[in-house]
């Protein structure tokens, strides 16, 4: 069936360095993805968003690209610190209306000092 | 400003035993929804809620069942544990305006079924 997934399991980064996570999804009627943020026991927080009539959004240190073309959307931080280390999940909503997302199976960001 | 509550945090049950995780939310948000997350993966969706009185199922709905009979309240009820429900389940709940779909989580309630 239709499927949101990530390239990377892990990505571990420089403090003070860029990163990027990246995310395929196979569902062309999606309209609307999410990136959220997973720290350790606690549950996904927002970070940014981006409709399917955008290429590009920013945010505070962060930027989300979509590229419609190949299916595949990341997501950026600027000068990564210690408190960006955490699960990034992508999720896209398909199904206009109904709120309900779908998830990717998550990236592990790990800032190293 | 609670957000999202969820009970409890922690739970142990017995194969065969039934219980319901409860989850509120004072934002005003028609849209709830159920997810579980199982270790190394993303979230799975359950059940959902568009409003009072609506719910609908998600991708992995057997053993559960959820009702919506206010629009703050949206239980999870599992009928009868089973070992493969051992799981990090979390809520979910949303605007349906326009503007934005973010959706706001809960803490989540870890849940082992022995």
């Known amino acids: 069936g239709e499927s949101v997934g990530l390239h990377l399991p892990t990505l571990s980064v420089q403090e003070g360095d860029n990163s990027i996570i990246n995310c395929a999804y196979s569902n062309s009627a999606s309209d609307y993805f999410i990136w959220y943020k997973q720290e350790s026991g606690k549950g996904p927080q927002f970070i940014i968003d981006i409709r399917s009539n955008m290429d590009k959004r920013q945010g505070q240190r962060v930027t989300v690209l979509l590229n419609k073309t190949v299916k595949h959307l990341s997501l950026q931080i600027a000068a990564t610190q210690p408190g960006d280390s955490a699960v990034y999940f992508c999720a896209e909503n398909s199904n206009g209306g109904r709120r309900a997302l779908t998830f990717g199976s998550g990236t592990r960001l790990q800032v190293q000092p | 400003n609670a957000g999202v509550t969820q009970t409890p945090k922690f739970q142990v049950l017995k194969t065969g035993q039934s219980m319901t995780l409860q989850c509120a939310q004072d934002?005003?948000?028609?849209?709830m929804s159920w997810y579980r997350q199982d270790p190394g993966m993303g979230l799975r969706l359950i059940h959902y809620?568009?409003?009072?009185?609506?719910?609908d199922q998600g991708e992995v709905p057997n053993g559960y069942n959820v009702s919506r009979s206010t629009t703050e309240d949206f239980p999870l009820r599992l009928l009868s544990a089973a070992p493969s429900q051992t799981s990090v389940y979390f809520c979910a709940s949303s605007f349906r305006g326009q503007a934005s779909t973010e959706a706001f989580f809960g803490q989540g309630t870890r849940l082992t079924v022995v």
């Open positions: 934002m005003n948000h028609e849209y």
């Open positions: 809620s568009v409003g009072a009185g609506i719910t």
